[in-house]
């Protein structure tokens, strides 16, 4: 197994292989989604105090907040399967 790891900004990184999406945290359903990772201790804040821009979540069902734009994030996610592909 390939064991890739996505920056997720600030020196934060993520496995690709475990990451179901990436949203942005701006709807009602999605911050629920955040309280309720809170609330049962699978909420991973990567933000270093910043405002969230992406919402990173995990087949392992934790959720991982991040500073860097959804945009961005899956842009990484997507050249890194192309490197690793070569």
């Known amino acids: 197994m390939n064991l890739s790891l ?36 699978k909420l991973v804040d990567a933000t270093y105090g910043r405002r969230t821009r992406a ?3 995990t087949d392992s ?7 860097v734009q959804p945009e961005t994030v899956g842009q990484r996610v997507i050249s890194n399967d192309e490197i690793s592909d070569e």
């Open 6 to 41: 996505i920056n997720i900004g600030f020196g934060n990184v993520v496995s690709a292989n475990r990451i179901i999406s990436i949203v942005s945290p701006e709807s009602a359903p999605i911050k629920r989604i955040i309280t309720v990772a809170r609330d049962n201790n």
């Open 55 to 57: 919402v990173i979540i």
């Open 61 to 67: 069902d934790h959720v991982v907040l991040s500073a």
